[in-house]
């Protein structure tokens, strides 16, 4: 992974912050992985019932939040992740997944494995191009062997609501912030030698009401806009299911 990704949470307060004030109670990112959540899982319990004896990797797992909801539901499940910080945290909350540490996944025990399924949530928007297609790859050989799966998200989509306010933070603040188009996520992931199955959006209203007396309205308009309909196409997080492509 490149070193401004890798550094982001390397230290007690970064992992501290992303724990309550990323994913605060009552925050955005919490809201909508309430609404992820249910999706997630029955993604993967679809694969279990497929495979019975299927394992899981998550990369990129951080502090644990998608092992705790589905390492009961896998055989087995493994988490990667380059932060130690990181790792304590998800070492404390997961009591049957094995945790990770390391700075290139081929040289870690990891790769000794294949897998059934792999999650990889709010990696891509944040890593660099070639960090996405370095981990991409790592990922098809090791879910190739098993014609496995892989959940990806891009939790900044290019073509959501949210993009006028970005537009309108770059020009006036001078702040930016990185966004990916649907066509540019498919084309990355075709590239890496993965099929998109289907494709889910979450919250289609810009994040900024959710800090406005307008709240629970946009809680309940994202409620009933998220799912895999058109107006995915608005949404702020894409959610994409995958198979590895298998050549004929």
Same mark, same amino acid.
């Given at each position: ?88 945290? %998800? ?98 992931? %075709? ?58």
């Amino acid at each position: 992974m490149a070193d401004h990704y890798s550094a982001q949470f390397l230290t007690r307060d970064s992992v501290s912050d992303y724990e309550t004030v990323e994913y605060a109670s009552k925050s955005y990112s919490t809201y909508i992985w309430q609404l992820q959540r249910p999706v997630l899982q029955g993604i993967v319990e679809r694969v279990r019932i497929e495979r019975p004896m299927a394992r899981l990797l998550d990369f990129a797992c951080g502090t644990g939040r998608i092992l705790t909801l589905l390492e009961h539901v896998v055989h087995q499940s493994d988490g990667f992740d380059v932060s130690p910080e990181m790792a304590l945290v %998800a070492r404390a909350k997961c009591s049957r997944s094995r945790i990770i540490v390391g700075r290139g996944l081929r040289a870690t025990e990891l790769w000794a494995a294949d897998y059934d399924i792999a999650v990889s949530m709010r990696f891509l928007l944040n890593a660099d191009h070639e960090s996405r297609v370095a981990a991409l790859l790592d990922l098809r050989d090791r879910l190739a062997e098993r014609n496995g799966y892989l959940v990806v998200n891009v939790h900044g989509h290019a073509r959501s609501a949210r993009h006028a306010a970005l537009v309108y933070r770059r020009i006036r603040r001078g702040e930016r912030h990185q966004e990916l188009r649907d066509k540019e996520t498919r084309q990355l992931l %075709a590239k890496c030698g993965f099929n998109v199955l289907e494709v889910v959006g979450f919250g289609v209203v810009p994040p900024t009401l959710y800090r406005t007396p307008l709240r629970r309205l946009a809680e309940r308009v994202d409620k009933a806009c998220s799912g895999p309909g058109f107006l995915r196409y608005i949404a702020v997080d894409l959610l994409y299911v995958c198979q590895v492509h298998v050549s004929n």
